[in-house]
């Protein structure tokens, strides 16, 4: 799994950071930066993120 972020469709609300925080993390600008990429235990963490983010802006591939 490879998660990426557009940074042009994050709102900055923090949902993310909020439920995987050893993945995701806000930056000053409050747009959502990925710290590192989710080890397989992380998966589901991750896939939560990506169906809550208000603006579809976490996206995974393979």
Known sequence: MIVSIIESDCIG??????????IFELDNELVSKI???PR???????????????????VISE
């Open 13 to 22: 609300c923090g949902r993310c950071e909020e439920e995987c925080p050893e």
């Open 40 to 58: 397989e235990d992380e998966e589901d963490c991750v896939v939560k993120v990506e169906r809550i983010c208000p603006g579809a802006a976490v």
């Open 35 to 37: 710290k590192r990429q």
